[in-house]
């Protein structure tokens, strides 16, 4: 396959991304010309005179053909380079502000889940938008207690990743999740198990000692 169709190929498929390209067709058939122009009697001489040098088609520093046609040709390629530059620059900066913006944006993810999740799932429940949470963490999201229970987070309340709300009411507690966790780290799931427990019975006392005085009037 010849260099000019492969060329022309490569530049069909580059098409989409608007890319500047030289015409080679064009400027061969330009360049052509150039050799069948009839120049000065002088230059004609000193082609002649380089026949046997295998120079004959030498072009004159001035020549019609090339300066009032091939240049011109050829910059074109370069002015198009050069409108092109400015919209580059703009790619460029948009494509730097999208990973800032992506990188700012995981930082404030991780920030959320830090405040509710730090260690493995726990006693895990799936909310409404698909996330899973820790049964506690998810209650401390919706601002309630472990004794109300999910059922009794309002409606506005949203979930700590998507924001998105309504989300808490028809929450699913994953126990085949919980049941495979156990098994996979019993040391630490025994662990994990008395920390909860004690800060369960803490919150339950509390609750209940909170509606005693609510009843009682302290």
């Known amino acids: 396959m010849k260099f ?3 060329y022309e190929e490569y530049m069909q498929g580059q098409g989409q991304k608007k890319l500047p390209g030289v015409g080679f067709k064009k400027l061969k ?3 052509k010309r150039c050799r069948k122009q009839p120049h000065s009697h002088g230059v004609l001489v000193d082609d002649h005179q380089n026949k046997g040098k295998g120079d004959s088609s030498t072009c004159p520093q001035q020549c019609p053909v090339c300066d009032g046609t091939f240049f011109p040709s050829l910059s074109q390629g370069d002015v198009g380079s050069d409108r092109l530059r400015g919209n580059h620059g703009a790619l460029i900066q948009e494509g730097k502000d999208l990973v800032t913006y992506a990188i700012i944006n ?3 993810m991780r920030k959320i889940l830090k405040k509710y999740d730090k260690e493995t799932l726990f006693d895990p429940v799936s909310l409404t938008c698909g996330h899973i949470f820790c049964y506690m963490c998810a209650c401390k999201a919706g601002s309630v207690t472990i004794v109300d229970g999910l059922t009794a987070v309002t409606p506005k ?7 998105q709300e309504g989300v808490y009411e028809t929450a699913v507690h994953l126990e085949e999740l919980h049941i495979l966790l156990g098994r996979s780290c019993p040391e630490y799931w025994e662990e994990r198990r008395k920390s909860e427990k004690i800060e369960r019975v803490q919150q339950t006392k509390e609750h209940w000692e909170s509606q005693c005085r609510l009843f009682m009037g302290i």
Not at 157 to 163: A, E, L, M, S, T
Request: proline share 6%; with cysteine.
């Open 106 to 108: 995981a930082i404030a």
């Open 29 to 31: 058939k330009i360049l």
């Open 4 to 6: 000019c169709k492969k």
């Open 157 to 163: 309340q949203k979930c700590p990743i998507c924001r």
